[in-house]
């Protein structure tokens, strides 16, 4: 195994707009209606806004994820972090750290961290879906608090895929996977890699980020729906694109029902009506206090 990971520069503004601009990205790569009426005008408008730079900084993103999620690096990570042992908070406290992630400069993303949260978490709601689900879309991403653990963006968000086998040409910009040394390794070059065929997402290592490290804070206290969605919500080779059913077992194609039904509410809930938090606080902090304990693990 390599040594661990070398320390980042501590979280910037900068990061802040690579953050946003790979949310951006989703939205292009996978809009949420055929190119019609309003919604593609609206798809439209917003393409416009998607300057060559911002291309140029999501290209740059998924340079270096992919040539930096090695083997051995998702070991390391995870030998750094899942031991839970970085910082002991509850909820409410680990989406305060996730709000000082948005950038001072601008006024408009002001608490966009909770927004997005509550958002996601409201949609779900208003479908009549069960508490969990509901409870689900508020956390899912309290694992981006990596960034404030100074983890550079490319280590904490971004599609998640497996790694110690062959990439899938349906992970976005796959060319360049051949930048990462993993690629030159024959045992992790087959289809299956290091793994049997059929053997299930649990023996998989995943590129390191946001979805692993939350769900292996609060999976035990949830639904094995609710930790599929947490644990794979990034995974869009496989929920969007049907990749890597070669490493699936039964357990994982029942439950990516779930990570696909959780998708849209993560991806095209963010131009809805903005929530009023203050007024919403009371439901979740009953919600989330009926699942999870005061104080979890990071
Ligand atoms: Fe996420
Ligand atoms: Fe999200």
Redesign the pocket.
Known sequence: MSSPPQPVAPHSATQDVTHDLWEDDLRQRYPETPSSGAAAAAEKDEFRDYTSDARAGVREFYRQNHANQTVDFVRAMRARYLPLRHRRMGVWEAMDCLNTLVDDSDPDTEAAQIAHAVQTAEAIRADGHPDWFVLTGLI??LGKVLCLFGEPQWAV?GDTFPVGCAYSDKIVLPEFFAENPDARVPDYSTACGVYEPGCGLDNVLMSWG??EYLYQVVGRYLPVAAQYMIRY??FYAAHREGAYGHLMNDTDREMFAWVRAFNPY?LYTKHDQPPDVARLMPYYRELTARYLPDTLDW
């Open positions: 899912h991403d968000v946001h979805d919500h990034s993560d």
